[in-house]
C-alpha cells in the first residue's frame, strides 16, 4: 500500500494500519477458505452434499475454472495483501467461505470442523494482525456447541464475531432453539454477519447462475423478516446483526411490511414495533454494484449503519470498492469505507468522531 503509514490501537491486542491523510478503508464482507477442513469432510464423509446444489452444468464449469483461478487468494494471503493494497483496504474481515458452513454433518465433526476453519482464520489474523480480523464458523445444527465455539473464537482466539447462514438445514434463525445463540451473541457484544448461501428451494433457479444472482439477495430477504417478524430483533436490541448483499430486498421494500403489521395482528404477534423500526437496527453491507441502489439505503437506512463489503476473492465481487464510494459525501464515506466497521468489530481509530 502506498503512502505513509501508523499504527491504531486495537481493543485488545490487534493493531490496524491505515494511510495517513486518508479513510480507513475496512471491507467486512471477503472470504478464507481453510483447506484442511475440506479433506477432513472428505475424508469422514466423502459423499457430501454439494455446498450450492442448484447450479446448472454451464455455471459448474464456469465455477471450476473461477475456483481453480482463485484459489491462492481463497485459501492464501500473499496475492490477497496484494490484491488489497491495490484496492485500497486496509484491513479485511475475514469469514469462513459460505461453502464451508458444515451444518449438514453430526453436531461432533461440525464442531471438529468449525474448530479446524476458525483455527486456520487465526493463524491468517496472527501472521497479519495490522491488515486482518476473524469471524469465526459455528456448528449451529447444535445450538450449545455454537454458543461454545463462538466464546471460544472470542475469547482465546480474539475474533470480532462469527459468520452464519441464513438457515439451518431449512429450519430459520427465528426458530426458538436458536434464540440462546442470539443472546449469547448479544451479551458478548460480538458481530454476527448473516451471509446467505445459495436459496434454499432453488429448484427454479439453477440456470444463469440465478441461484447466486437473486437467490443469495432472497435468502437473506427471508431471514430476516423470519428475525424481525419473529421478534429475535425484539427481544435483542443490542445484537450487532449485518446482512451481506444490501440486506437483501427488504431495504427496497420495507413499506409492503410496514403496512402488513398495520392492519394483519398475526404480523404483531412478537413485535411491538413496525418492521422497518427493526430493519434500522440493522447493520447492511454495500455490495448492491449500483449507485442508485446505494442511494436507496442511504436515503432509507441512513449512513451510520452501512459497511463496505467486496465479497473478496469471487467472481461476484465488487471490483472497485473505493470508486464505487468515491462521489460520496466526505463525512458518509469515511463512515461506510471504514469508520462503521471500525466500531462494528472493536477496532480503535482516532478518526472515529
Not at 483447506?35 to 472428505?42: E, T, V
Not at 486456520?120 to 464458523?137: C, I, M, Q, T, Y
Not at 438445514?169 to 432453539?177: H, I, K, Q, V, Y
Not at 454476527?192 to 444472482?213: C, K, S
Request: net charge negative; aromatic share 8%.
Amino acid at each position: 500500500m502506498t503512502g505513509s503509514f501508523h499504527r491504531c490501537a486495537h481493543e485488545g491486542d490487534h493493531p490496524i494500519v491505515r494511510r495517513d491523510g486518508q479513510s480507513l478503508v475496512v471491507d467486512i464482507h471477503c472470504h478464507l477458505a481453510v483447506r484442511r477442513a475440506d479433506a477432513r469432510l472428505r475424508e469422514v464423509l466423502p459423499n457430501a452434499p454439494a455446498a450450492m446444489p442448484f447450479t446448472s452444468s454451464a455455471s459448474q464449469a464456469v465455477n471450476g475454472s473461477m475456483f481453480a483461478a482463485i484459489a491462492s487468494r481463497l485459501h492464501g494471503t500473499e496475492e490477497r495483501l496484494a490484491d488489497m493494497d491495490r484496492l485500497g483496504i486496509d484491513v479485511q474481515a475475514i469469514s469462513p467461505s459460505p461453502g464451508q458452513y458444515f451444518y449438514f454433518t453430526p453436531p461432533e465433526l461440525g464442531r471438529e470442523l468449525s474448530r479446524m476453519v476458525n483455527d486456520g482464520l487465526a493463524e491468517a489474523v496472527s501472521a497479519h494482525p495490522d491488515r486482518f480480523v476473524a469471524l469465526g464458523n459455528v456448528p449451529l445444527q447444535n445450538t450449545g456447541m455454537a454458543i461454545a465455539e463462538m466464546r471460544r473464537c472470542v475469547t482465546e482466539l480474539g475474533f470480532r464475531g462469527v459468520e452464519i447462514n441464513s438457515n439451518v438445514n431449512g429450519r430459520e434463525l427465528a426458530d426458538p432453539e436458536f434464540r440462546p445463540f442470539f443472546a449469547a451473541a448479544e451479551e458478548l457484544g460480538v458481530l454476527v454477519f448473516l451471509h446467505p448461501l445459495g436459496f434454499t428451494h432453488g429448484e427454479r433457479l439453477t440456470e444463469y447462475y440465478l441461484n447466486n444472482i437473486i437467490g443469495n439477495p432472497l435468502e437473506a430477504t427471508i431471514a430476516l423478516s423470519h428475525l424481525i417478524f419473529g421478534g429475535v430483533l425484539d427481544s435483542h436490541p443490542g445484537l450487532k446483526l449485518c446482512v451481506a448483499h444490501g440486506g437483501g430486498y427488504l431495504p427496497s421494500y420495507w413499506g409492503r411490511m410496514d403496512h402488513a403489521w398495520r392492519v394483519r395482528p398475526e404480523c404483531r404477534t412478537h413485535i411491538a414495533h413496525e418492521p422497518s423500526h427493526y430493519l434500522r437496527q440493522v447493520w447492511l453491507d454495500t455490495l448492491v454494484f449500483d449507485r442508485s441502489q446505494l442511494d436507496a439505503l442511504l436515503r432509507v437506512h441512513g449512513p451510520e449503519r452501512l459497511c463496505l463489503g467486496t465479497d473478496y476473492p469471487f467472481d461476484m465481487a465488487e471490483p472497485d470498492p473505493l470508486a464505487f464510494h468515491a462521489d460520496l459525501e466526505p463525512q458518509i464515506r469515511d463512515r461506510i469505507l471504514g469508520l462503521n466497521a471500525a466500531r462494528l468489530l472493536g477496532l480503535q481509530t482516532d478518526r472515529i468522531t
